[in-house]
């Protein structure tokens, strides 16, 4: 059976830094794409950032450019989301998922983590 199990979440100041850590099992992961989302209370659910199985192209949202960097260990089937300069905006629980489809959108991805909250006070 698949599952993503995700940690790192937390309550974090202002400018301050989390990493955010998404471990897969029941199979391996090598070929798919990984890819953080993000969904804050009464909103859509967005996209933050991806990394292609391809290559380890990364693409990232607007909104977090230059602050987070995603990352990924194929031997642990393992994806990471450092997160530095948090703001307040940032606040949302975060969703890590594995697909092969169009990693920037949320229905190319097959696999998806239970979700961790990031809580960014002012």
């Known amino acids: 059976q698949v599952q993503l199990v995700e940690s790192g979440g937390g309550l974090v100041q202002a400018g301050g830094d989390l990493r955010l850590s998404c471990a897969a099992s029941?199979?391996?992961?090598?070929?798919?794409?990984m890819g953080w989302f993000r969904q804050a209370p009464g909103k859509e659910r967005e996209f933050v950032a991806a990394i292609m199985r391809f290559g380890g192209s990364t693409s990232y949202a607007d909104s977090v450019k230059g602050r987070f960097t995603i990352s990924r260990d194929n031997a642990k089937n393992t994806v990471f989301l450092q997160m530095n300069s948090l703001k307040p905006e940032d606040t949302a629980v975060y969703y890590c998922a594995f697909g092969t489809g169009n990693s920037r959108l949320r229905y190319g991805y097959d696999y998806w983590g239970q979700g961790t909250q990031v809580t960014v006070s002012s």
């Open positions: 029941g199979r391996t992961f090598i070929t798919y794409n």
